[in-house]
């Protein structure tokens, strides 16, 4: 069966440094999101992504966030400047259409990002 | 704005008995509810999805969940609990004023004792 993967798993970094997470969402969905959870709380949506630009973000995602469809199959969020609080996990997700009730959210494993 | 809520942020229960998790939706218009599942070190994997068709909605390895309007809830159920279904559990709403925002509940934890 498809699913997203997404790496790495687990990420390490300095405060103030750049990361970049990445995910290679499945094949033929054409919507892309991101979604963060800070340890003992909720999941939350970050940004939806599709033909190539931007459709939706939260508050969450300010000026330090970016994503980026680099090639056919990989995803990437990038952190330009980390901060302690970025510490969280990162879930990408997918979906063949952007209709949150006409079509599901394929998500990925996550990426725990920690930041010292 | 529409929001869910998960009573008991921990739930535990003998194998082979019933499964209750508790979900309660807040939405001014009719919602798109849904339940994931997340295993140990794995990703969030829908266990079923209500978009309205029918109230009670049969989901994957046993579980069903009943949409009730007149109270709020979306709980979810399964009548005989395995060990394999020790995971966390998230209730969510689709937010009606996106095409793309699910939003989530504070999640269950579901323990099995042998």
């Known amino acids: 069966e498809p699913e997203v993967t997404q790496t790495p798993s687990h990420q390490v970094t300095q405060m103030g440094q750049e990361v970049i997470l990445r995910c290679v969402p499945i094949?033929?969905?054409?919507?892309f999101y991101w979604y963060r959870q800070i340890l003992g709380q909720k999941v939350e949506f970050l940004v939806s992504f599709y033909n190539n630009e931007i459709s939706e973000k939260s508050e969450i995602f300010d000026d330090q966030f970016s994503v980026e469809r680099p090639d056919g199959s990989n995803f990437t969020l990038k952190i330009r400047s980390t901060k302690l609080e970025d510490s969280a996990m990162y879930f990408c997700?997918?979906?063949?259409?952007?209709?949150?009730?006409?079509?599901?959210?394929?998500f990925g494993p996550g990426t725990r990002l920690t930041v010292l | 704005a529409q929001s869910v809520t998960q009573l008991g942020s921990h739930v535990s229960v003998s194998e082979g008995a019933l499964v209750l998790l508790r979900c309660n939706y807040s939405s001014s218009v009719p919602p798109y509810l849904f339940w994931y599942v997340q295993y140990p070190n794995q990703g969030l994997q829908l266990l079923l999805k209500y978009t309205s068709a029918a109230t009670l909605v049969k989901g994957i390895n046993g579980f069903e969940a009943e949409f009730k309007k007149s109270e709020t809830s979306f709980h979810l159920t399964k009548p005989s609990a395995h060990m394999s279904d020790a995971a966390e559990y998230f209730c969510a709403v689709s937010d009606q004023s996106s095409a793309s925002k699910i939003i989530f509940g504070s999640g269950t934890r579901l323990s099995i004792r042998p």
């Open positions: 997700a997918s979906s063949e259409a952007m209709s949150a009730g006409g079509d599901t959210q394929y």
């Open positions: 094949s033929n969905h054409l919507y």
